[in-house]
């Protein structure tokens, strides 16, 4: 299984929120590039970027693409990626893959509209058993709704996060895991809630692609090369 370390950033710093809660933030550092490229450094293939003020407003910034693709490293990008153009042009700005949320929600088709599905990832972003959009902000729609539009559009890889747990390092949902994993028959990359290495361990036996850890890697709850270890 992939481990993903995450670098979150809001107003041009590494942060981590809450529960998807824009009120609570923990900032980490100045220099998200200098971050993600300490995971690459310590083994991460990829890193998962999200700019969180795109995500909010659906207008991202298409600096960070520029200076992460510059800097060398390899990155997964999300946050107010919501069409087709958008994300031909993040993928253009040097990024391996990207992450779509909203329009994976509501406008599945967009992302069959992008190129090589293999590079495209449908974010589901699941609050009281509904997948949101807008920054976690919308009504949302059920999950087997959502499960249903992405696969009719041809889409492979589910980002699958349970807000709930998101930045708390409780435990992943691993009931929320199986069930979208048994509905969609697609790869799946778990986030939200992991703590410990156990959890990459139960995430790992789930059959989950990979995994994006946060927090607990900020908070240094294991290094990066312990999570690599225990997801072999």
């Not at 995500?55 to 520029?66: K, L, M, Q, T, V």
Request: one cysteine or more.
């Amino acid at each position: 299984m992939q481990v993903i370390p995450a670098v979150d950033i809001l107003e041009g710093r590494v942060v981590r929120l809450l529960r998807g809660r824009y009120d609570r933030v923990t900032r980490y550092s100045d220099d998200p590039v200098e971050v993600a490229g300490q995971w690459v450094s310590q083994g991460a293939d990829l890193v998962h970027v999200v700019d969180l003020s795109g995500a909010r407003s659906g207008n991202p910034d298409r600096r960070i693409w520029e200076v992460m693709a510059a800097a060398g490293i390899p990155f997964q990008v999300g946050g107010g990626i919501r069409d087709a153009s958008m994300a031909r042009a993040a993928l253009s700005a040097g990024a391996r893959r990207v992450v779509m949320g909203t329009a994976a929600v509501w406008n599945p088709e967009a992302l069959g509209e992008v190129g090589p599905i293999e590079r495209v990832v449908a974010a589901l972003d699941i609050r009281a058993g509904r997948a949101r959009g807008a920054g976690w902000m919308d009504e949302g729609r059920s999950v087997s709704q959502a499960v249903a539009g992405l696969r009719q559009a041809g889409v492979g890889r589910l980002l699958v996060t349970g807000i709930e747990r998101d930045g708390a390092m409780t435990g992943p949902d691993l009931e929320l895991l199986g069930r979208v994993q048994a509905l969609s028959e697609m790869a799946v990359i778990a986030s939200g809630g992991v703590g410990d290495l156990a959890d990459l361990e139960a995430v790992a036996t789930l059959g989950c692609e990979a995994v994006i850890v946060g927090r607990a890697l900020y908070e240094r709850r294991f290094t990066l090369a312990e999570a690599l270890s225990a997801s072999t």
